[in-house]
Structures are given as structure tokens and as C-alpha cells.
């Protein structure tokens, strides 16, 4: 997914289903989480504005990163500790070091470990799905993998996911004849980076009778049904 195109669908899903929605939450790169919760180390680009350049607030319910440092939450009060630590840096009130760094980022891996557990849908990038804290969590645990727009990702980021997650069964959602891996480096393209592996496996595919493209709230449903008849059995 793109970040835009899982903010849109989260957004969709809690609208429209409400308290039957399926037990969702959203997981953020550290990059967007820190644009939050700014650390030490990390400063990111001001020059970006706008709703897509940070975590949506819309959706901080389900944020794993805010979730994690509510009230009565295992990690909470020591994460906050952290945070404000970090807030006497931006100051001129408070010395880092590499120590703190090192214990923060280690209280709050664990803390999201702690977090996906306790939940049956997370909405992620493919690049999230490789990252050590979510493999953690949830490897060798997960039922289903569904990526959408899976014609537009490179193969190794499908087999990525796949992997890091030994998703039980794979769903691949796309069309590689619209819209195909963007690539900026034409030598990879001729190496075949260009080829996505929903393209690969094309051969095989369910096809859709009525276009859903142009209509995002269609484009939602069927993802949403797939997810309710999963949950249904």
C-alpha cells in the first residue's frame, strides 16, 4: 500500500462498519511515528506539509504508536518518561545520551510487539512488514496477507512481506496492465525489477466483471469484504 491509500481505507473501513469493524489497527514506519513523537537522531524534513506527511489524527485510535502510551498500558509511563525527556532536549534542558537513546528504543519495540499481539487486522506498509519489530510480533502468526495494488510493487517487496510475515495464504489484489512498478533506475527495469509478482502469477488471477477503479468506497468494499469473510470463516 501507499500511506495515502491506507489512510483512505482505514478511514472507509471505521466509517462504514462502526463497532462491527474488525479489531483494526494502523502500524506507521518510525519515520511518520517521529513526526509524533520526535526522538533524539531523528529529524526529518520541514519542508513537508500537508496531511500525508505525518500520521493522520483522524486515525489516532488506532495508531499502534499512540496506543502504546495510553494509560494503563504496560510500556506507558515509562515511553512518556522518555517523550519528555526528549521535549527538555528540544529545550536546552536536558543532555542525551546514547544510553536513554538505546533504552527508548528498546521500551517502545517492545511495547508495539506487546500492542499487535493483542489485535486480529494490521494495516501496514510492505516495507513495515519487514521491519524487526513487526517480524517479531507476529511472524508465523498471521493467517492471511493481503496486499492491494500489487501490481505496482516490485517483486522482491511482495516477497518480502510474504516472508517476514509466513503468512498462512496470499492475496494479491492489482492490475499490471494500469499500473506497473515505478522505477527509477532504468538498468534495474531491464533487469526485470519492472515485473511485479502479481504480474508473474497473472495467469492465475480471479478477475474482476465490473471496474472498481473509479470508484474508491467499491475499491474499499471488495477489501473489506475479503476481510469479513475471512473473520466469517
Same mark, same amino acid.
Given at each position: 500500500?501507499?500511506?495515502?491509500?491506507l489512510?483512505?481505507?482505514?478511514?472507509?473501513?471505521?466509517?462504514?462498519?462502526?463497532k462491527?469493524c474488525?479489531d483494526i489497527? *494502523?502500524?506507521?514506519?518510525?519515520s511518520?511515528?517521529n513526526?509524533d513523537?520526535?526522538?533524539?537522531?531523528?529529524?526529518?524534513s520541514?519542508?513537508?506539509?500537508?496531511?500525508?506527511?505525518?500520521?493522520?489524527?483522524?486515525?489516532?485510535?488506532?495508531?499502534?504508536?499512540r496506543?502504546?502510551?495510553l494509560? @494503563?498500558?504496560?510500556?506507558?509511563?515509562e515511553?512518556k518518561?522518555y517523550?519528555d525527556?526528549?521535549?527538555?532536549?528540544?529545550e536546552g534542558?536536558?543532555?542525551p545520551?546514547l544510553?536513554d537513546? #538505546?533504552?527508548? *528504543?528498546r521500551?517502545?519495540?517492545?511495547?508495539v510487539?506487546?500492542?499487535?499481539?493483542?489485535? #486480529?487486522?494490521?494495516?501496514?506498509?510492505t516495507s513495515?512488514?519487514t521491519?524487526?519489530?513487526?517480524?517479531?510480533?507476529?511472524?508465523?502468526?498471521?493467517?492471511?496477507?493481503?496486499?492491494?495494488?500489487a501490481g505496482?510493487?516490485?517483486?522482491?517487496?511482495?516477497?518480502a512481506?510474504i516472508?517476514?510475515?509466513?503468512?498462512?495464504?496470499v492475496?494479491l489484489?492489482g492490475?499490471h #496492465?494500469?499500473?506497473?512498478p515505478?522505477?527509477?533506475?532504468?538498468?534495474?527495469?531491464d /533487469?526485470?525489477?519492472?515485473?511485479?509478482?502479481?504480474?508473474?502469477?497473472?495467469d492465475?488471477?480471479?478477475?474482476?466483471?465490473?471496474q472498481?477503479? /473509479?470508484?474508491r468506497?467499491?475499491v474499499?468494499?471488495?477489501?473489506?469484504t475479503?476481510?469479513?469473510?475471512?473473520f466469517? @470463516?
Open positions: 500500500y501507499s500511506v495515502l491509500y489512510r483512505y481505507l482505514t478511514e472507509w473501513m471505521i466509517q462504514k462498519y462502526g462491527s474488525p489497527v *494502523r502500524l506507521y514506519g518510525s511518520l511515528e513526526k513523537f520526535p526522538t533524539l537522531g531523528k529529524y526529518f520541514q519542508k513537508a506539509s500537508g496531511r500525508d506527511s505525518k500520521p493522520d489524527v483522524k486515525l489516532k485510535d488506532v495508531s499502534v504508536h496506543l502504546i502510551r494509560d @494503563g498500558k504496560p510500556f506507558s509511563e515511553i518518561k517523550d525527556l526528549f521535549l527538555k532536549y528540544k534542558q536536558y543532555e545520551t544510553e537513546l #538505546k533504552k527508548y *528504543r521500551v517502545t519495540s517492545d511495547a510487539q506487546d500492542e499487535l499481539k493483542q489485535h #486480529k487486522v494490521i494495516f501496514c506498509t513495515v512488514a521491519s524487526p519489530r513487526f517480524i517479531k510480533a507476529v511472524s508465523g502468526n498471521i493467517q492471511q496477507l493481503i496486499i492491494d495494488e505496482m510493487c516490485t517483486e522482491p517487496e511482495s516477497i512481506a516472508i517476514a510475515t509466513k503468512a498462512k495464504q492475496v489484489i492490475d #496492465k494500469q499500473l506497473r515505478v522505477l527509477k533506475s532504468t538498468h534495474a527495469a /533487469m526485470g525489477l519492472k515485473r511485479s509478482l502479481f504480474e508473474r502469477y497473472s492465475r488471477a480471479n478477475m474482476l466483471q465490473i472498481y477503479r /473509479m470508484v468506497t467499491s474499499f468494499h471488495v477489501f473489506a475479503l476481510l469479513c469473510l475471512f466469517a @470463516g
